[in-house]
């Protein structure tokens, strides 16, 4: 991914239009101006991967490269040289296609560099109203997904997304342990499409 650091904030890698699912193959990048943070989205024959980019205001920063099942489900995490791994009893795939009212629960198990640190992980999602979300100067059509599950102190923790069906991926999220601007919520402000193509 060395080419990732000049295709987010070189101006001349990005455009500031719209993406979709087309474009979803080079990738996106989610900026929020007021922390400042940008995220990189792209989607492989896999899943996702994405990278995450905070200011010192955070005190960590983080680089790590995540893979995600359909935007939803984080299975692969690659930071502080420590490979996690979420592994689910029940086939991530079920909860699709998504729709009002659907749920997805599942037992799941979290390893560390192949060692595993935590067992039966209880996870539920759901899938509520469809909405419409502007980010920037883009909408799109969104479906409210909440998650839920439990710690590793064992307190509850659930988290509500905003997930475009159309990109495969989440424009807004609510819950006290996602980083945030304000209030809880991690809000995006402007879209813009990535259209070089990243040599992994």
Known sequence: MGLLGSVLFGGAA???VCPTADTMKT???LINSSIPARLFVRLDNNGQITELHLNERYVVVRDQ???HE???????E???HINRTYVPDVPFSEFFPLEVGKTWTAS???????????????YKFSVGEPGRLQVGSCAYDVLDVTLETVGTKGEDIVTKYAYSPELGTILRGEGKHLWTSQDDVMQFDELRVVRNK???
């Open 14 to 16: 990005v455009a500031q």
């Open 27 to 29: 990738g996106m990048v």
């Open 65 to 67: 490269i995540h893979v």
């Open 70 to 76: 359909r935007g939803l489900f984080l299975s692969y």
């Open 78 to 80: 690659r930071g502080s």
């Open 108 to 122: 799941v198990d979290v390893f560390e560099n192949e060692d595993l640190v935590r067992r039966d992980v209880p």
């Open 198 to 200: 990243l040599v992994e």
